[in-house]
Every structure is written in C-alpha cells, then in structure tokens.
C-alpha cells in the first residue's frame, strides 16, 4: 500500500530549523565555555607554573659547588686547598653522538690516546646521570673554544670551578684524606642535586670525610639566557655560593712534611706531641699514595700498584696498625714496680737467662748484664730483670699503669679507624680464651709482647705522659684545645726515676746512644724497642736464631723507639714504629730517626742538611721514589693492559678500607694468635728474649 508523501508546512520547517540552530548554539556556547574556562585556569592557576616553565625555556639554571673549606696548619699554612679550575665533563644520558662528541674534545683539548682510552672505559662503566671527567685544569684559551662549541656538542658540560690540592702530597695522605665525586648509592640515599654536579666532590677518608660537614658549604646558583638550540646569550644575575669553614689543625706542615720524609724507605710511622698541651704536631704513615691523584680520580694501574705494595701504603698505620710495643712498655713497667713499692735500686742478677718452671726464659744479651738495678735495667733493656721483678709482682699490678699512660685506649680525634689494642690481665683472659693468667703470659707481657697489643698514636701518648706526669688528651684541632688535665696518680719522685732511666738510654751507653742530640743544653730521653713476629722453632733455637738481616721483609722485627726532649724540662714527645725494619740500616732505624725529628724542632737548618745528606741514597724524596715505583710498576709484566690502566678507578673504597689493608689487619692478626699458641706450649717471645739495636753508641 502506497503511502501519500508528507507535506512539510513553512510552521514546521521554521520549528526545525530554530531547534537546530539553539542546539547548535548550545554547542557553541558549551565549546566557548570550556576554552575561556581552561584560558582562564592557564592564565590564573597555572600561571606561576608555565611562567617558570617559559622563563627555564629562556634560562638555563645549574647550581655551583662550594668552595671547600681549608685546612691549615698551627701556622696558618695551606695542607688542602682550592686551585681555580676549568675542566671539561660528559653527561652520558645527553650525549647523541659519543664519536663525534670525543673526536671533537680531542682536538679541542688536545687528549691523548690514553686520555682518550680512559674517557672511553669510563663511559662504559658510568651511570648515565654521573659525571665522566675528560680533562680536569684546562688552560682558558682550550675552556672557551669548548664553550663556543657546546651547543653543537650535547653531553659537554664544561665547568669553571675549583679544585682541591694538597701541596703536602703524600707527606699528608693519612692525615687528610681526600676528596672524590660522590656515588650513585650516595645519591639514592639523598637524590641531593648537587651530588651530581660536575666538579662537586665529597671527602672520602681522612679529615675530608670526618670533618665534611664543616668543610663542604653551601651551593650557590648560576643562571644564563640561551636560544631555543641553547646558545648562550647573557649571563643573568647569579647566587653566590657560601664557602665551608677553614679548619685550623695543631699540625706543624713542616715537621709533618720533614717527618715524613725521615722515614725515608720504611713502611712506619711517627707521632709527635707537645708535651704541654697535648697539641699533635705531626702524624705521618708512609708509605702512602698521593691525594692529588685520588681526587682527581685515580687510574686502575695506580691502585692496583698501591693495592699490590707489601709496604701497604693504603694503611694509615698510625691509628690502624697494632704492634706489639716490644721494650717501649719497659719505662712503664718501672713505673709499676715503684708504685707497688719495689726500691729502685734494688738488683737482679741477669745471667742471660732464666729458668721458670720447665722453661727457659732469654735475655737479648745472652752472655747476661750482671746485677742490674732498675734505671740500668731500661737503660740496658735487660729483659732478666723485668722478667724476674713483674714474676714476683704479677701482670695484674702493671695493667692498670699501662692503661694510666694511655694504652689500650680510644682517643677522641677526628679519625674514624682507630684501633685500640690489648692491655691484658688475668680477668681479660678468662673472659676471651676462658684459660687462667699464667707465669709465662706475665713474662711474655713484662717485654712487651704476648698478649700486649698498641698502636703508634697510644705509644706517642705513653711517652708525652711520662714525661709531663699529666692525663693529657691528645688534640688535633685547635679549637677543641684544653688547657689543663689532671696530673697522673703516681709519686713525682718514681715519675723522675723513670725520666732518669730514660735519659740513661741514650745518654748513659744504653741502647739507644745513636739517637743522641748534638745540641747544646739539649738531651734527649727515649726508649728502644723491638718486636717479634715470626715462630722461632726450637730447632731454630738450638742452632742459633737468625738475624734480621738474613731474613726476608716479611719476617724481620718491627722497630719501636719512644722519647721526649729536653730531658730535664720535656716539650716535645714522639713515638716511631718501623715495621720489619729490624734495624737492618743504621740511618733508617728507629734511633737516627728519632734523633732528628727532635732535632728539627730545635734547630730545623740542622735537621734539614742531614736529612740532605742521606736522602739520596734512598732514591731521591718521596715524589721521586713514588715516580720511579710507577715507571717500573707500569713496565713490569705484571701491569695491566693500556686501557684497563688508564680506566679511572671508580669502585675503589676508601684507602683505609681496601682489601689490601683488610689482608694486612688479618696477617697481623693471624701473627698474633700464633704467638698465643706459642706461649701457651711453652715457648714465644719471652724464650729468646728481645733484640735490640746492634750498636748503641
């Protein structure tokens, strides 16, 4: 069925276009709406935040590490310092083309096919939001021509900046410590953005890491306009930065640089102390390795050189070794026996040798030193005498006076590798070997070794009290001085005694007479040491104990020497310990050092034109000797391929914390333990008895 078209009326047609039109409009006005709304919220709301977004499109904001803070010495002079820096780094995560990029640097810094190979290895291990150095202390002339290129070179961050320097070298490794580019754990843990600015370093060992707070500072701001490709167009106003504080040390650079260089091819130590407040005046560890290159950023073949050296340079040893202090402990032992009331001038007959029980106990001169009073006994260092004195006496009498003058203990410095060592009694026994105190562990400790355990700083601090008779606290920043401290628990006139013994050793034909002061009205009081640590078997015995001298590195004696200076009014303590040096070489023992570190403080010109005298014969100064080491490290077959030893060092641990030192801690532990045994079956130490320097003239 056909249906009749509908015939549309002009009513009809206008109501249909009317209610299209309104929706349209509707539309319009609902469209319109919404525009001006979000023109209204992005011109209102938001206008903070594209403002800042427009002006970053304009301005590039980067922050400006700190200066560090200083360190200086008691006078005033630099031992870390800033040098005015330009340097050049790559961002790995905004670099487009890496070829381009280093053949570009290349002939604009004019880098070597080493710098090169260490650029390249560095890459390759590097986080992409970690700075890569490519040359640290570019002239200005190479710094600008990098500037006018950099838009063509993203990833190029060329920095104007300074850097840190340490004149001291190595002379102050131990001392200091150094400063390197933080971590990516570092930077997890804070997401700090300074940590990640190119140049910015944080302090890694030594001072540098345990005075950082002071040190580091605060950022500053720098803001330039740039091109939409990022050309520079005007530097705007920037946010200085706030330099750290300079920290005053109470170290004397000279004696420290001196002291350092005394030591001349020794793998020891030395500590000096004034004796009036407790001021550190020096603390040198050599060998060492040179700051400059660590916080420049150490090359693989430079730390696998430190890390393989058995001199163990890595190792502050003053505050990380622990020797057995040998006869040091004798002018201790002294002062025991005149506080439990034995007269000084009572005689033991030393024979050069003893019998106790079933064993056999040695004096180091085996054809004996006769009657022996106790001024002649640490005079000559007659092991008989204390043997017999601390048998009747007990150990247990002499521990808390070893602990009175400053061993066993932890000192509040501003180093956090402090080792304490072991002062042993009859209670500490039981409780860590859960054996009984016996005769034997009391001989063994009488001379020093067996269980008696100390580190240089704590022989330093013995010497500095015997000879003030005060608990002086050892200070290393000057304003953490104090200025009095409470005088020792012992009579004045067994304190003189044993000042008296001391003197004798090198003044009156004891051991130490090579380490007499040539200096008018000037004497010197010390006491020599020495240390076993090597199993000396009984077959050993019965044939005749080897010297030092025809004994490997390894397994010679340490050298202990303590003394204070001027004898009859004490200014200034020391203590230097040697290890294997088994005074092998006269002018590198312990006696001729000491000398003349003491010398220098009195007549420094003295001091310095005999150090030029023999320092030659070691191979020049200390950066001589190391340069020479790495020339011949680097040709040794045993050095690593060119790129591998050019590659930057970058997961290398603190020094203080290298496998290499953990090795040598271990060694010395094992060593120790040994003697343990030894003593426990009836021998160690004690059974040969000591060995002192061959010629105490």
């Given at each position: 069925?056909?249906?009749?078209?509908?015939?549309?009326?002009?009513?009809?047609?206008?109501?249909?276009?009317?209610?299209?039109?309104?929706?349209?409009?509707a539309?319009?006005?609902?469209?319109?709406?919404?525009?001006?709304?979000?023109?209204?919220?992005?011109?209102?709301?938001?206008?903070?935040?594209?403002?800042?977004?427009?002006?970053?499109?304009r301005?590039?904001?980067?922050?400006?590490?700190?200066?560090r803070?200083?360190?200086?010495?008691?006078?005033?002079?630099?031992?870390?310092?800033?040098?005015?820096?330009?340097?050049?780094?790559?961002?790995?995560?905004?670099?487009?083309?890496?070829?381009?990029?280093?053949?570009?640097?290349?002939?604009?810094?004019?880098?070597?096919?080493?710098?090169?190979?260490?650029?390249?290895?560095?890459?390759?291990?590097?986080?992409?939001?970690?700075?890569?150095?490519?040359a640290?202390?570019?002239?200005?002339?190479r710094?600008?021509?990098?500037?006018v290129?950099?838009?063509?070179?993203?990833?190029?961050?060329?920095?104007?900046?300074?850097?840190r320097?340490?004149?001291?070298?190595?002379?102050?490794?131990?001392?200091?410590?150094?400063?390197?580019?933080?971590?990516?754990?570092?930077?997890?843990?804070?997401?700090?953005?300074?940590?990640?600015?190119?140049?910015?370093?944080?302090?890694?060992?030594?001072?540098?890491?345990?005075?950082?707070?002071?040190?580091?500072?605060?950022?500053?701001?720098?803001?330039?306009?740039?091109?939409?490709?990022?050309?520079?167009?005007?530097?705007?106003?920037?946010?200085?930065?706030v330099?750290?504080?300079?920290?005053?040390?109470?170290?004397?650079?000279?004696?420290?640089?001196?002291?350092?260089?005394?030591l001349?091819?020794?793998?020891?130590?030395?500590?000096?102390?004034?004796?009036?407040?407790?001021?550190?005046?020096?603390m040198?560890?050599?060998?060492?390795?040179?700051?400059?290159?660590?916080?420049?950023?150490?090359?693989?073949?430079?730390?696998?050189?430190?890390?393989?050296?058995?001199?163990?340079?890595?190792?502050?040893?003053?505050?990380?070794?622990?020797?057995?202090?040998?006869?040091?402990?004798?002018p201790?032992?002294?002062?025991a026996?005149?506080?439990?009331?034995?007269?000084?001038?009572?005689?033991?007959?030393?024979?050069?040798?003893?019998?106790?029980?079933?064993g056999?106990?040695?004096?180091?001169?085996?054809?004996?030193?006769?009657?022996?009073?106790?001024r002649?006994?640490?005079?000559q260092?007659?092991?008989?005498?204390?043997?017999?004195?601390?048998?009747?006496?007990?150990?247990?009498?002499?521990?808390?006076?070893?602990?009175?003058?400053?061993?066993?203990?932890?000192?509040?410095?501003?180093?956090?590798?402090?080792?304490?060592?072991?002062?042993?009694?009859?209670?500490?026994?039981?409780?860590?070997?859960?054996t009984?105190?016996?005769?034997?562990?009391?001989?063994?400790?009488?001379?020093?070794?067996?269980?008696?355990?100390?580190?240089?700083?704590?022989?330093?601090?013995?010497?500095?009290?015997?000879?003030?008779?005060?608990?002086?606290?050892p200070?290393?920043?000057?304003?953490?001085?104090?200025h009095?401290?409470?005088?020792?628990?012992?009579?004045?006139?067994?304190?003189?005694?044993?000042?008296?013994?001391?003197?004798?050793?090198?003044?009156g034909?004891?051991?130490?007479?090579?380490?007499?002061?040539?200096?008018?009205?000037?004497?010197?009081a010390?006491?020599?040491?020495?240390a076993?640590?090597?199993?000396?078997?009984?077959?050993?015995?019965?044939?005749?104990?080897?010297?030092?001298?025809?004994?490997?590195?390894?397994?010679?004696?340490?050298a202990?020497?303590?003394?204070?200076?001027?004898?009859?009014?004490?200014?200034?303590?020391?203590?230097?310990?040697?290890?294997?040096?088994?005074?092998?070489?006269?002018?590198?023992?312990?006696p001729?050092?000491?000398?003349?570190?003491?010398?220098?403080l009195?007549?420094?010109?003295?001091?310095?034109?005999?150090?030029?005298?023999?320092?030659?014969?070691?191979?020049?100064?200390?950066?001589?000797?190391?340069?020479?080491?790495?020339a011949?490290?680097?040709?040794?077959?045993?050095?690593?391929?060119?790129?591998?030893?050019?590659?930057?060092?970058t997961?290398?641990?603190?020094?203080?914390?290298?496998?290499?030192?953990?090795?040598?801690?271990?060694?010395?532990?094992?060593?120790?333990?040994?003697?343990?045994?030894?003593?426990?079956?009836?021998?160690?130490?004690?059974?040969?008895?000591?060995?002192?320097?061959?010629?105490?003239?």
């Open positions: 069925m056909n249906r009749s078209p509908r015939i549309a009326t002009e009513a009809q047609q206008g109501y249909t276009f009317s209610r299209r039109a309104w929706l349209l409009g539309m319009q006005i609902g469209v319109g709406s919404v525009l001006a709304g979000r023109m209204a919220w992005l011109s209102i709301a938001e206008n903070e935040r594209y403002n800042l977004l427009s002006e970053n499109n301005v590039n904001m980067t922050l400006v590490p700190p200066r803070g200083w360190l200086v010495d008691r006078h005033g002079q630099p031992i870390a310092d800033n040098r005015t820096d330009f340097r050049v780094d790559l961002i790995p995560d905004r670099m487009v083309d890496e070829e381009r990029t280093l053949a570009a640097l290349r002939d604009l810094l004019a880098l070597t096919d080493e710098d090169l190979l260490r650029v390249r290895a560095d890459l390759k291990r590097a986080a992409g939001f970690q700075p890569v150095k490519v640290e202390n570019v002239s200005w002339e710094f600008a021509a990098v500037q290129r950099q838009p063509e070179l993203p990833g190029v961050a060329p920095t104007r900046g300074f850097a320097n340490y004149p001291g070298g190595a002379a102050v490794a131990h001392l200091t410590g150094y400063v390197g580019g933080a971590t990516a754990e570092q930077y997890k843990q804070t997401r700090d953005p300074l940590l990640l600015t190119p140049g910015f370093k944080v302090g890694k060992d030594g001072l540098e890491k345990t005075l950082e707070p002071q040190l580091r500072g605060k950022p500053g701001a720098k803001r330039i306009e740039v091109t939409a490709r990022g050309k520079l167009v005007a530097e705007l106003a920037t946010r200085p930065d330099p750290g504080k300079t920290q005053k040390l109470t170290i004397d650079s000279g004696l420290q640089e001196y002291a350092a260089r005394r001349g091819t020794n793998s020891g130590s030395a500590v000096v102390f004034d004796c009036e407040t407790g001021e550190m005046l020096a040198v560890s050599m060998p060492a390795y040179d700051p400059n290159s660590f916080s420049d950023g150490i090359s693989h073949l430079e730390w696998k050189m430190l890390s393989a050296d058995d001199h163990v340079p890595l190792m502050n040893k003053v505050t990380q070794g622990l020797y057995p202090p040998g006869s040091t402990v004798k201790m032992n002294g002062l026996l005149l506080d439990a009331g034995v007269s000084p001038d009572e005689r033991v007959f030393c024979s050069g040798a003893m019998r106790v029980g079933s056999v106990f040695h004096c180091h001169r085996r054809r004996g030193h006769g009657p022996m009073d106790l002649s006994a640490v005079a260092s007659c092991d008989i005498y204390f043997y017999e004195m601390i048998r009747r006496l007990g150990y247990d009498k002499v521990a808390p006076v070893a602990r009175a003058v400053g061993m066993g203990k932890k000192y509040d410095l501003p180093f956090s590798t402090q080792r304490y060592g072991t002062v042993p009694d009859s209670v500490w026994k039981e409780r860590k070997y859960k009984k105190w016996t005769v034997a562990d009391s001989l063994n400790a009488s001379i020093g070794q067996g269980y008696v355990l100390a580190n240089p700083l704590q022989l330093a601090v013995m010497a500095m009290r015997i000879a003030s008779g005060r608990q002086i606290q200070t290393l920043l000057m304003d953490r001085l104090r009095s401290a409470p005088p020792l628990p012992y009579k004045e006139e067994h304190l003189r005694i044993v000042r008296e013994s001391m003197w004798k050793v090198v003044n034909g004891g051991t130490g007479g090579a380490s007499r002061l040539y200096l008018p009205g000037i004497e010197l010390a006491k020599t040491g020495t076993q640590v090597r199993r000396i078997t009984m077959a050993e015995r019965r044939s005749g104990v080897l010297s030092n001298g025809q004994l490997p590195f390894k397994l010679r004696d340490h202990l020497f303590i003394c204070f200076a001027p004898a009859d009014k004490p200014r200034y303590a020391a203590a230097i310990v040697l290890e294997h040096n088994g005074h092998v070489i006269r002018n590198l023992d312990t001729m050092i000491g000398r003349d570190i003491m010398t220098y009195f007549d420094k010109e003295r001091a310095l034109k005999a150090l030029a005298e023999v320092e030659p014969t070691w191979g020049g100064d200390i950066r001589t000797r190391m340069a020479a080491q790495e011949a490290y680097r040709a040794a077959a045993n050095a690593p391929s060119p790129a591998q030893a050019a590659a930057t060092e997961d290398a641990p603190a020094p203080t914390r290298a496998p290499a030192v953990r090795q040598a801690t271990d060694a010395l532990n094992a060593a120790q333990e040994a003697t343990v045994s030894d003593i426990a079956n009836g021998a160690g130490p004690a059974s040969v008895g000591t060995t002192e320097p061959s010629d105490p003239q």
